[in-house]
């Protein structure tokens, strides 16, 4: 049974750094792109950010580049999400999810998804 569960949300000032865990089970980890997705409230679930299975690799949207980064630790299972200068707009439910050898920002190419993590940024 394949499980990803993320980690690291909570309530934060704007302007502060979070970081964000994805650990995996159940699956081959390295055989598999990982990407980051959030959803705020009465709004559509939105691309973040992507790292390929080798973690050689990124992708961001427009939005989060230069602020955020993604790696993973194939040795671990777990992939990342570092969030630096965080700002109210932020504020969302964060999901990561798992591309078989892929690296994308098509959420229809992702199979497996985890239960997401709440991130609330105040002004």
């Known amino acids: 049974q394949v499980q990803l569960v993320e980690s690291g949300g909570g309530l934060v000032q704007a302007g502060v750094s979070l970081r964000l865990s994805c650990a995996a089970s159940?699956?081959?980890?390295?055989?598999?792109?990982m990407g980051w997705f959030r959803q705020a409230p009465g709004k559509e679930r939105e691309f973040v950010a992507a790292?390929?299975?080798?973690?050689?690799?990124?992708y961001y949207a427009d939005s989060v580049k230069g602020r955020f980064t993604t790696s993973r630790d194939n040795a671990k299972n777990t992939a990342y999400l570092q969030m630096n200068s965080l700002k109210p707009e932020d504020t969302a439910v964060y999901y990561c999810?798992?591309?078989?050898?892929?690296?994308?920002?098509?959420?229809?190419?992702?199979?497996?998804w985890g239960q997401g993590t709440q991130v609330t940024v105040s002004s």
């Open positions: 159940g699956l081959t980890f390295n055989n598999y792109g």
């Open positions: 790292i390929n299975w080798r973690g050689t690799r990124t």
């Open positions: 999810a798992a591309a078989h050898l892929t690296l994308t920002d098509n959420e229809n190419a992702y199979y497996y």
